[in-house]
C-alpha cells in the first residue's frame, strides 16, 4: 500500500500561483507513476500532469501547458505541482494519485489509471 497525503492549496487571485505539496510513504518502490488529478465541482475528476518517478518523464494536459510543472524529490518521496498563471477554470479539489507497475503514458491522463489516492487539497482562483 502506498500513502498519500497533499498540502499547499488555497485560494489566489488569477494570475497568481501556487505549490502543491505530496507525501509519499508505504511501499513507494512499486510505485511506477504519480500525477495530480484535479475536480471542479459538478465535473468528473480530469488528470492534469504525471511523472514517471524512474527516470522523471512528465506529461501535462493541454489545459495547463506552459503554466504548471510537475516534479518529485525522490529523497523526501515528495511531489510537487508548481502552478502559475492560474486562471479561475483551475478552481477545484486537487489530488495527488499514484500507480503500480505501469508507467506513466503520454497518451494516458485518466483518473481512472491510478491506483493510490490522497485526500486532495482544495484551490480557489478568483477573477
Known amino acids: 500500500q502506498v500513502q498519500l497525503g497533499e498540502s499547499g492549496g488555497g485560494s489566489v487571485q488569477a494570475g497568481g500561483s501556487l505549490r502543491l505539496s505530496c507525501a509519499a510513504s508505504?511501499?513507494?518502490?512499486?510505485?511506477?507513476?504519480m500525477g495530480w488529478v484535479r475536480q471542479a465541482p459538478g465535473k468528473e475528476r480530469e488528470g492534469v500532469a504525471t511523472i514517471d518517478p524512474r527516470d522523471d518523464t512528465t506529461y501535462y494536459a493541454d489545459s495547463v501547458k506552459g503554466r504548471f510543472t510537475i516534479s518529485e524529490d525522490n529523497v523526501k518521496n515528495t511531489l510537487y505541482l508548481q502552478m502559475s498563471s492560474l486562471k479561475p477554470e483551475d478552481t477545484g479539489m486537487y489530488y495527488c494519485?499514484?500507480?503500480?507497475?505501469?508507467?506513466?503514458?503520454?497518451?494516458?491522463?485518466?483518473?481512472?489509471?491510478?491506483?493510490?489516492w490522497g485526500q486532495g487539497t482544495q484551490v480557489t482562483v478568483s477573477s
Open positions: 508505504g511501499r513507494t518502490n512499486n510505485v511506477a507513476c
Open positions: 494519485a499514484a500507480k503500480a507497475v505501469y508507467s506513466c503514458s503520454s497518451g494516458d491522463m485518466s483518473a481512472a489509471q491510478f491506483n493510490y
